[in-house]
């Protein structure tokens, strides 16, 4: 059974930079593809970003594009979500998703939450304006 625990998640101020990760253990993670969603109050749950198994494809929802990075550590089971120039809007829980499928390489797929089997429980993320 994969675990996944995310971190980093904090208040701060609009414009400013934070980095969540998430380490990952109960699989190989070489061969899980992980995904990062949230979830703000009132609102369904969003993809924000996710990557694949070697790292090689990302894949960002158009409202983080060019803000916020995704990448992995192999070594150290661990994915990273970089977001810089944070706005309020960005203000929710960060969830991150991981599944051992390959996908079919779509964004629609990778950008599915219906297409990971494992969550973690979320890390606070609040940008003050």
């Known amino acids: 059974q994969v675990q996944l625990v995310e971190s980093g998640g904090r208040l701060v101020q609009a414009g400013g930079s934070l980095r969540l990760s998430c380490a990952a253990s109960?699989?190989?993670?070489?061969?899980?593809?992980m995904g990062w969603f949230r979830q703000a109050p009132g609102k369904e749950r969003e993809f924000v970003t996710a990557?694949?198994?070697?790292?090689?494809?990302?894949y960002y929802a158009d409202s983080v594009k060019g803000r916020f990075t995704i990448s992995r550590d192999q070594a150290k089971n661990t994915v990273y979500l970089q977001m810089n120039s944070l706005k309020p809007e960005a203000t929710a829980v960060y969830y991150c998703?991981?599944?051992?499928?390959?996908?079919?390489?779509?964004?629609?797929?990778?950008?599915?939450?219906?297409?990971?089997?494992?969550w973690g429980q979320g890390t606070q993320v609040t940008v003050s304006s």
């Open positions: 998703a991981a599944t051992f499928s390959l996908g079919d390489g779509t964004y629609s797929v990778a950008s599915g939450a219906y297409a990971y089997d494992y």
């Open positions: 109960g699989g190989t993670f070489s061969n899980l593809r």
């Open positions: 990557i694949s198994r070697r790292g090689g494809t990302t």
